[in-house]
């Protein structure tokens, strides 16, 4: 292992080419730099823009719905006999997702460089909702691109986006999964420079996409700071967050990042690392540069991409947000997997005993904490990201549910 | 460290030049559908007509490609193409021609895997004469263009009708070899080039810059995989 100097924040990231450490970057086509190079133009002056902000904040809290609570899970707390565990609730967000905090962000960024129209990729389709609804509010056109896998498996989704006004587009292309959905939309973006903004979804992309987005989620953490204070007077001792790109999670640890709390991320071991049947970058794979930006990513041993697997069509990339794999190698947060089946078992058992269905997606957070609650004493207080609701899932979950006897 | 010394582009500018004509450079995936006929393609494609080479070392999300490269791309992967067996194509090439360029094309992480060093040993070795590599624009110049630039081998760059006057001081500060004239935007294959837009900006760029001598244009070919390139 390398020796690094320890700097004095963790939080200062990227440097001016978007690099955190070797990870980031701006790999793309010279036909998308400049619109890359507009789209930070636009970013930047954004960002240090007083009337931005105060935009972002009257749509944060009269149409998303922030601040969401932060709600002590007392039932699962006394089910697991061990720490505390909290939910920051961001499935009560407008659209049930953490995504549209980022959305809201970039399409008000999308209307100051004078854009009318909207692309974005999505895989479990709540970015796609999420960018949907935002151009409908703000009367944008959107465009929408899905892996024709993911466009069966989510189709709830699907038809709200389409009600919203978006056209889906089913992409066919490689494993037509959500990497694919990406690599459709850069294509498409190339062709539409003009009049076309990139909204997308996660962490990851070229520079300044990783920060963008990481910013418009850091207000996750944000309230989780204050509301934590109010509630417990305190810092929490862990935080935990499913991982795919990794907005959401980065949303709830970047705040925290200079704080004494442990931090840790779940990623998705499909059917078990073992068994490459998974999406677990950073467990299972190693770097290399995807969809413009280095990161760890599945890949075979000449550096082509190999498809990711999990129940949950949200992590099911091969590839992870490029903040994060500096984090892992930093050792700052500790990055742990859950298979679909202990995300399932967690699917059901908070939905009994919270009146809360979450989605696939936090269902492996909530995995984890299941592996590692019970032995940690009782004024240890863990927060967990319940980024998503699962009604998305419901169809793919309960033919498996009914199968393992949890229904 | 044995550098590149061939100079093939530069033989051949200079000869089209001396014969006043364009050139036509031909595109081919590696490996597609197999090795056997690839080769065999690869091979023969001087003696057709190619003045100069354009093989594609096969990438599983070929970004900047359309459909017809895509599936190319992926049939090459599929009958077991990799960048090792890409520079073992060249190699063999090279025993029978040692006059027309090759060029490499492709995308960056098979190489990143390969290891930076390592690919550009092999790659002189087997007898390339130049890189091209769309997802590395001059921001990320550390990773391949300076280190192929110590090796003497051309990384060869790419201008698009989006690049302006600003941009293009940016793009042509470490550019060698020749100049890719990306002549429509969006992705190969998609909509047929204006002949005319692409001569009034080569002239463009001829007028600002001396290096520029030729421009590079992408269009649709009826057999399907492959890519038509007119030298001006």
Known sequence: MSTTNSPNTLREGPDENGHFGIFGGRYVAETLMPLVLDVEDAWTTAKSDPVFWSELEYYRKHYIGRPSPLYFASRLTDHFQGAKLYFKRDELNHTGAHKINNVMGQALIAQRMGKTKIIAETGAGQHGVATATACALFNLECEVFMGAEDVIRQKPNVDRMRLLGAKVHS??????????????????????????????????????????????????????????????????????????????????????????????????????????????????GRPGVLHG?????????????TEAHSISAGLDYPGIGPEHSWLFETGRIEYVSATDNEALEAFALCSKLE???????????????????????????????????GDKDLEAVIPRLEEMDLL | MKTYKEDRLKLLFENLKKEKRGGLGIFIAASDP??????????????????????????????????????????????????????????????????????????????????????????????VDGLIIVDLPPEEDEELCLPAQKYNLPFIRLTAPTSDGERLPTILNNASGFIYYVSIMGITGTQSIAAQNVQNAVKELKKTYRFTDSSWIWDKDKAGCRRRNIIF
Request: proline share 5%; net charge negative; charged share 20%.
């Open chain 1, 293 to 305: 930006n280095r990161t760890y990513l599945l890949q075979n041993n000449d550096g082509q991409i």
């Open chain 1, 171 to 284: 992409v066919t292309s490689g494993s037509a999964t959500l990497k694919d959905a990406m690599n459709e939309a850069l294509r498409y973006w190339v062709s539409k420079a003009d009049t076309h903004f990139y909204i997308i979804g996660t962490v990851a992309g070229p520079h300044p996409y990783p920060q963008m987005v990481r910013d418009f989620q850091c207000i996750i953490g944000e309230e989780t700071k204050e509301q934590m204070f109010e509630a417990e007077g305190k810092l929490p001792d862990t935080l935990v967050a499913c991982i795919g790109g990794g907005s959401n999670a980065i949303g709830l640890f970047h705040p925290f990042l200079d704080d004494d709390v442990e931090i840790i991320g779940v990623e998705a071991a499909g059917l078990g690392i073992s068994t490459k049947q998974h999406a677990a970058s950073l467990t299972g």
């Open chain 2, 34 to 127: 197999n090795l056997e006929i690839s080769l065999e393609i690869l091979k023969r494609l001087p003696q057709a007509g190619a003045d100069m080479i354009e093989l594609g070392m096969p990438f599983s999300d070929p970004m900047a490609d359309g459909p017809t490269i895509q599936a190319a791309s992926l049939r090459a992967l599929k009958s077991g193409g990799s960048l090792k067996r890409t520079l073992e194509m060249v190699k063999s090439f090279r025993e029978r021609d040692s006059k027309t360029p090759l060029v490499l094309m492709g995308y960056y992480n098979p190489i990143y895997n390969f290891g930076v060093e390592n690919f550009l040993i092999k790659a002189i070795e087997a007898g």
């Open chain 1, 355 to 389: 009146g809360i269905i979450p989605a696939l997606e936090p269902s492996h957070a909530l995995a984890y904490i299941k592996n590692i609650i019970s032995s940690l004493p009782k004024d240890h207080i863990i927060v967990m990201n319940m980024c998503g609701r």
